[in-house]
């Protein structure tokens, strides 16, 4: 399989906390970026790293990558129940296509 | 929003028939990507487009076939519909791989019968 994995699969927490979904690739990478799912919607472009970047920031949301160790993680600060969504990875790994990972389901409970 | 649309939105087709989906996209983006979502899998790329005429295949192009014969449409076909096709497929566009997002349709859900 061309996907990547991310981890967990799924992860519920309480509102006012933070969630960490991570991601891991395959082969080496120009950028990685993570998109949001809300139940029955097409998927909304959050952030984008490139590879020479280490750590990038948007509002309440921080991602970082290692290309060492071919991961990238996703940070939601103070999550509110509005956060409660699938979160995916997607990457340029094989070139013109765009590859996404399984996903992340959060759950954030009032 | 970016101007991309599907249809139709949702289908009903019995098992053997031809089912042809459409994405159209206002927005001159040179790179489509038709994409199927199923639980425990995320998206899987079916095919994709980086021009006019110019397609590939994706993780899981069997089975289905694209049509690109102008920049704005982007058509997916599934030339004998299986019950293994139901899913809900997804439209996507963006400007190169770089650099840039991917805007997303709202999806379609094909149920296979």
């Known amino acids: 399989s061309q996907q990547g994995e991310e981890d967990p699969q799924a992860l519920s927490i309480q509102e006012g906390e933070n969630a960490t979904m991570n991601c891991s690739y395959k082969?080496?990478?120009?950028?990685l970026q993570w998109y949001r799912q809300n139940s029955g919607r097409g998927l909304v472009h959050l952030i984008l790293?490139?590879?020479?970047?280490r750590e990038k920031h948007s509002g309440r949301l921080r991602v970082t990558l290692d290309t060492s160790k071919k991961s990238s993680s996703l940070l939601i600060t103070a999550s509110r129940a509005a956060d409660t969504a699938s979160y995916f990875c997607?990457?340029?790994?094989?070139?013109?296509?765009?590859?996404f990972g399984a996903g992340t389901i959060l759950r954030v409970k009032s | 929003d970016a101007g991309i649309t599907q249809s139709p939105r949702h289908k009903v087709t019995e098992t053997g028939t031809p089912v042809t989906l459409r994405c159209h996209q206002t927005?001159?983006?040179?790179?489509m990507y038709w994409y199927r979502q199923d639980p425990g899998h995320g998206l899987r790329l079916i095919h994709y487009?980086?021009?006019?005429?110019?397609?590939d295949k994706g993780e899981v192009s069997d089975g289905y076939s694209v049509s690109r014969s102008k920049t704005e449409d982007f058509l997916l076909t599934l030339e004998s519909a299986t019950s293994s096709q139901t899913s809900v497929y997804f439209c996507?566009?963006?400007?190169?791989?770089?650099?840039?997002?991917?805007?997303f349709g709202q999806g379609t859900r094909l149920t296979v019968v």
């Open positions: 082969t080496s990478i120009n950028n």
């Open positions: 487009s980086y021009g006019v005429k110019d397609t």
């Open positions: 996507a566009i963006s400007r190169d791989t770089q650099n840039t997002e991917a805007f």
């Open positions: 997607a990457t340029d790994e094989y070139g013109n296509k765009l590859v």
């Open positions: 927005e001159n983006h040179r790179y």
């Open positions: 790293i490139r590879s020479n970047e």
